[in-house]
């Protein structure tokens, strides 16, 4: 056992404790000696291994480079965030909950948004436009999300141009939101009753130009990766599990998708007017890491489809409520743009401050007390990039929920990382858990 | 209060949420044969505490009451699975078109199984399960709230239960559900509710050495007080709140 000034050797009395300091594998080897602990290797990746996709810790018991066991240690990123909703007024919480899976943050907002408006009984009060604006968002931020996900995963296996035109797109999708929301992450934007404010002059051009754009890059993909034979190599039968595996751990997504079976809440259980939307659901039928690459794929295509039809509504919406009409509910102040950036609507703050009483404390009772949600428990889950993502709200009748619980579908679908690698090599470990694509800020909330 | 009147629907909010629906107001309390349980009470009409209520109402004490069991027909399928499960159920709410069974713990197993494997229920999708803790519904303080969703017909449904503080045990779901796996641990974790059978029930979120179950009311936030600009801003916890 080697001293290390870094890694003081674990408190523990059960077997032999090694610390791996580098350059002392001959002292390990010998340390072992004979009987069960030779064939026995325990190993810690993570929790800061560059390709296990942030702070995921897995123990792997490995036998040469074969992995037998296989789990997830988890927890690394746990903020208490829904603790923090319970002390927050509804509207707050939605700046809470963008912040779980920060890369799907339009996802968090809206289950839980679906969830306030179907306790408060307006969920066919919302304005169309506030609808579209939405789904225009979702789809951009499945987008985005998935291009993350093909990037990291390209990176993690030695693709590292997959991953630099990866992040170089998603970066025209952060400036669409940054454009839109005033946000290129953690928007708060979608809130109860609508959104937070209308489309800025000129987005539906750029979202245009951007679609246009992708329509020529995402070829791109497909043609360095599709058919490349190192590409399928590594990730043909890889993380292979099928519809069973995935119906028993609950797993949804492009995981269930990859299986053949085109289960999407957006066509099963439609929410924000997507019944109304032409989209295919995608799928793929060999439940490998390269189905899961092949579905994320073409539903970026599909994502697109659905964009340019949201930017032609829009185009016909100009003008029109953005926030449901009911006073008691709709957010009273305005945001626009100054020669300083975005900030409060001056507008607003004259006519609260220089013209009506009224209004002042109108906004003041609304923004600091906000408003009462019936009691009750309401779950309205959306097909997130990753999955079915559900928001349980539960309300006593005040005005901040009494519980919110996230079922993520990263803290989900991680269950079946297990299953996927074990039987496999360690290299193939990386290449299942990308395939699941989890995020931590979701998994820990 | 509002300068210009709701231009709007006509369900606009006009009254305190809690005597909106039909279903929470007090008088059900009081209807034969409707079991309507209080799980908290609400003081004041503004919800402040620690200052002085100078509006007049502030002896005022309302029942915190969550949406009542529905009467027959439910209508639709509703009826189809609670045909099915009515052995098995102590209550069943509707409340904003989703349905809710109450099942007590120990008819647990055999209504999830049921729940999972009759061909006209076929609830084959369990989300997971979430913790709810009502330290005011004496004797069922803890819930355990399952989401299930059948692919087959394309429904929803939820299944509570509940267990006391004194004895929060509740069957692991796992045998039944693998994917129920993951969430137990997590709601252990945050309510301490014990899941009897799950094949390794250890905390997941928090440290494995952490004291107490986070999410429970009587946790603590925590959280120190800011100084900004010469004021001083106290922890969420600590600040006025009209709840």
Request: hydrophobic fraction near 40%; charge should be negative; charged fraction near 25%.
């Amino acid at each position: 056992m080697s001293t290390d000034f870094y890694a003081d050797p674990a408190d523990t009395s059960d077997g032999k404790v090694f610390t791996v300091s580098g350059q002392d594998w001959g002292d390990i080897a010998s340390g072992l000696g004979e009987g069960d602990a030779a064939e026995r290797v325990v190993v810690n990746m993570g929790p800061q291994h560059p390709s296990t996709h942030g702070v995921l810790r897995l123990i792997l018991e490995i036998e040469g480079e074969t992995v037998t066991e296989a789990r997830c240690g988890i927890g690394y990123l746990h903020t208490g965030i829904e603790k923090n909703m319970e002390y927050r007024t509804w509207t707050q919480g939605v700046t809470f909950c963008t912040r779980m899976d920060y890369l799907s943050p339009f996802y968090n907002e809206m289950t839980y948004v679906l969830g306030v408006e179907r306790l408060l009984d307006i969920e066919d009060d919302i304005p169309e436009k506030a609808q579209v604006m939405r789904v225009l968002l979702m789809e951009l931020n499945r987008i985005s999300s998935h291009l993350v996900c093909i990037a990291t995963g390209g990176m993690e296996i030695g693709a590292l141009t997959v991953m630099t035109i990866g992040f170089r797109e998603r970066e025209l999708v952060l400036d669409l939101f940054e454009l839109i929301t005033g946000l290129r992450m953690n928007h708060a934007f979608i809130r109860p009753g609508g959104v937070a404010q209308d489309m800025p002059p000129g987005a539906l051009d750029q979202i245009r130009d951007f679609v246009a754009l992708m329509k020529k890059r995402l070829p791109e993909y497909a043609a360095l990766c599709n058919a490349n034979p190192i590409f399928k190599a590594r990730l043909e039968n890889v993380g292979h599990l099928d519809l069973e595996g995935c119906m028993a751990l609950g797993l949804t997504g492009p995981v269930l998708r990859s299986t053949g079976y085109g289960f999407d809440l957006r066509k099963a259980q439609p929410y924000c007017g997507y019944e109304t939307y032409d989209f295919d659901v995608q799928t793929w039928d060999t439940a490998d890491s390269y189905g899961r690459f092949r579905v994320r794929l073409n539903e970026m295509w599909e994502s697109l489809r659905i964009i340019e039809q949201a930017a032609d509504r829009l185009a016909k919406l100009e003008g029109a409520p953005v926030m449901v009409a009911d006073k008691k509910v709709a957010w009273p102040s305005q945001l626009s743009i100054g020669s300083d950036g975005m900030g409060n609507s001056l507008d607003h703050i004259r006519h609260i401050m220089g013209e009506s009483m009224e209004a002042l404390i109108h906004h003041f009772k609304l923004v600091t007390e906000g408003f009462r949600v019936p009691a009750g428990q309401a779950y309205v889950p959306v097909e997130s990039p990753r999955g079915e993502l559900g928001a349980h709200v539960v309300s006593d009748g005040g005005t901040r929920p009494f519980r919110a619980h996230f079922r993520d579908p990263s803290f989900n679908n991680l269950q079946a990382m297990g299953v996927m690698s074990e039987g496999g090599q360690i290299a193939d470990v990386i290449v299942a858990i990308a395939s699941i694509d989890p995020v931590m800020g979701g998994v820990d909330r | 209060m509002s300068d210009d009147k709701p231009a709007g629907p006509a369900k606009a909010v006009e009254q305190p949420a809690t005597e909106q629906s039909p279903e929470n107001a007090p008088e059900a309390l009081g209807e034969p044969g409707v079991e309507v349980r209080a799980v908290g009470e609400r003081q004041g009409m503004f919800g402040v505490k620690g200052s002085g209520d100078t509006s007049g109402y502030g002896g005022l004490v309302a029942p915190v009451v969550l949406p009542g069991a529905a009467q027959r027909p439910y209508g639709g399928w509703f009826d189809t699975v609670a045909d099915k499960l009515d052995p098995l159920v102590e209550q069943v709410v509707i409340h904003r078109g989703e349905i809710t069974f109450h099942v007590h713990r120990d008819h647990l197993v055999a209504a999830m199984r049921l729940i999972r494997d009759d061909p006209a229920l076929r609830f084959e999708f369990l989300s997971g399960v979430n913790g709810v803790h009502y330290p005011g519904d004496a004797g069922r303080e803890l819930h355990a709230v399952y989401h299930l969703a059948s692919f087959t017909w394309n429904r929803r449904i939820r299944v509570e239960t509940s267990a006391p503080d004194s004895d929060p045990h509740i069957p692991s779901m796992v045998p039944i559900y693998p994917a129920a796996d993951w969430h137990e641990r997590e709601t252990w974790d945050m309510f301490g509710l014990q899941f009897d059978g799950h094949p390794a029930l250890t905390r997941i979120l928090m440290p494995d050495d952490w004291p107490g179950h986070p999410q429970r009311k009587d946790y603590p936030l925590g959280g120190i007080p800011v100084e900004y600009k010469g004021a001083t801003v106290p922890p969420p916890d600590q600040r006025r709140s009209y709840n």
